[in-house]
């Protein structure tokens, strides 16, 4: 670890990353969509059974109105991809402790 942090600390890299950030900001934004097809794919393939996120929204709802939701959310991603934001919601998560019982320890 010490090898790696010093590697790097040692050699500045902003002449190999200068106009980077700028270049890929393009090359996503002129190259990437969100499309409804892929949305779709991806709210039938939650578990139903998996706990909601942050907004509290659960696997069922996006499964069983994944058509009423698809066109909303392809409009939110392809709007924070053109922004460059993301919403700070986003970046939250819930983690919940489940604590193991004892070994030989069984619950009836």
Do not use: Y
Request: with cysteine; aromatic share 14%; glycine share 8%.
């Amino acid at each position: 670890m010490v090898f790696f942090n010093n590697c790097f600390n040692v050699h500045d890299f902003s002449e190999e990353v200068s106009g980077f950030g700028d270049s890929l900001l393009n090359s996503i934004q002129n190259n990437f969509s969100v499309d409804r097809d892929r949305v779709l794919k991806l709210f039938w393939g939650v578990k139903e059974k998996k706990g909601s996120g942050s907004d509290c929204i659960g696997g069922v709802i996006f499964k069983s109105c994944a058509f009423q939701l698809a066109d909303m959310f392809c409009f939110i991603f392809q709007m924070s991809l053109k922004l460059q934001k993301v919403p700070s919601l986003w970046t939250d998560s819930i983690i919940v402790a489940i604590p193991k019982s004892p070994k030989g320890f069984k619950t009836t």
